[in-house]
Each structure stands twice: as structure tokens, then as C-alpha cells.
């Protein structure tokens, strides 16, 4: 029998894929008129980040490919460093005891992989861990309008470590079969909108210090 929480899984970071972080910096930075935080190094994904809050615990991910690993051979999540232009290319969802999560919704037909711990080393010298699960239909060459799922632990979350400025509203997703989405957005309990859009979309409507703007 499939156990549903009474909690959504709610939105915990934005990934924004740049091919250059101090580029993507400045162009989230212009937009939000807020300041980033350098977020530190992915030594098995060749990738370095930085964070912007949107609340307490959520944030934007600017991620590129690490200037310091430029003998990376690996495959990059999300296409990350292969895209022309900076774009808005997934997010993630928060579970707690995500194990126990992928395995009852994969009863309700949404495959998520097991759980892979992951982890960065911040400017600071620190490990920061974590454990994250991913939709069986993830492609690099195209958004990701479904989220991967992801659970600190006992790692304080990164939208800690930012300067509070921006929130997020609403995420809005679209997507040439609404319907499929619409119907695995329920069973994974995600608090999104769906519609019918000619290519897969993620929309993401945040309040900052420039008024309210939409990110995509």
C-alpha cells in the first residue's frame, strides 16, 4: 500500500546552469538585486556553485563547470557547461528519510533512483553532505520539469548561509503532456502548477527588492 506524508514535498533549490559561475552570478545578481554567496567545489562533478536565498530554506543554485578542474573527463548533471546561454534547468525537493520516500512512490509508478550520497567542500574547508534521488527519465540535452529529490540530513541548509532578500511564490512548470506530469506532481506531493507548453518549462515567480519578477 502506497503511505503518503500529509506534508508536500516543498520546493528546496532552483538550478540555474552557466557555463561561466562568475557570469551567472552577475546575470542572477542583475535580476534579483541580490548578492550570491560562493557555495564551494563538486570534486566528483567537476562543477563549482553559489547560492541566492528565496526564503529561509530554498534557494537558486548558479552552477558552471569548475575553472580549477579543467581535466574533468566525467558527464556533468543536467548538461551543465554544455548549453549556449544560461538557463533555468531543474530543481530539487526536499524529503526527509528519502529512502523511504523513493520506495513508496515508485509503488504509485514514479521511478526515482536510490537515494547517492553526495557531498562539497565550502571556501571554508568544510564537507557539506547530502543525499539526493533522481527522476528515472532525467536528460541532459532538456529541462527537467519533474524535480529530483534531495535530503541534508544534518547539514544545515544553504539558504542559511545567504543574505535574505528574495522569496519564492509559485513555481509553475509546463510541459507537451501536462497531464502525465500533472499526474506525477501528485504522487510525488509537489505544490506546482501545470500547463501545456510546446517544450518542457520551469517558471519560477520570486518576490525581491526589484518587485516581482518571473525566472525562467
Avoid at 514514479?110 to 564537507?127: D, N, V, W
Wanted: proline share 7%; glycine share 6%.
Amino acid at each position: 500500500m502506497l503511505e503518503f506524508s500529509l506534508m508536500p514535498s516543498p520546493t528546496d533549490h532552483l538550478v540555474f546552469a552557466t557555463r561561466d559561475l562568475n557570469e551567472g552570478i552577475e546575470q542572477i545578481e542583475d535580476l534579483l538585486s541580490v548578492s550570491a554567496v560562493f557555495g564551494g567545489r563538486h570534486p566528483d562533478m567537476g562543477t563549482c556553485n553559489a547560492h541566492i536565498a528565496l526564503g529561509p530554506s530554498c534557494y537558486i543554485e548558479i552552477i558552471a563547470p569548475d575553472p580549477e578542474r579543467p581535466d574533468f573527463q566525467g558527464l556533468r548533471p543536467f548538461g551543465i557547461g554544455q548549453h549556449e546561454t544560461s538557463r533555468l534547468v531543474a530543481w530539487a525537493a526536499r524529503r526527509e528519510d528519502l529512502r523511504h520516500f523513493v520506495h513508496s512512490v515508485r509503488v504509485a509508478g514514479c521511478h526515482l533512483s536510490e537515494p547517492i550520497s553526495m557531498s562539497r567542500i565550502t571556501p571554508e574547508g568544510e564537507t557539506v553532505s547530502w543525499e539526493l534521488s533522481f527522476q528515472a527519465e532525467s536528460h541532459q540535452d532538456e529541462v527537467n520539469v519533474l524535480p529530483f529529490f534531495i535530503d541534508w540530513g544534518n547539514t544545515a541548509h544553504p539558504a542559511s548561509r545567504c543574505k535574505q532578500g528574495a522569496t519564492l511564490l509559485a513555481l509553475n512548470l509546463e510541459h507537451p503532456e501536462p497531464e502525465r506530469v500533472a499526474n506525477a506532481a501528485e504522487v510525488l506531493e509537489l505544490d506546482v502548477k501545470v500547463g501545456s507548453g510546446a517544450l518542457p518549462k520551469i517558471s519560477a515567480h520570486i518576490s525581491c527588492p526589484r518587485g516581482e519578477v518571473i525566472f525562467s
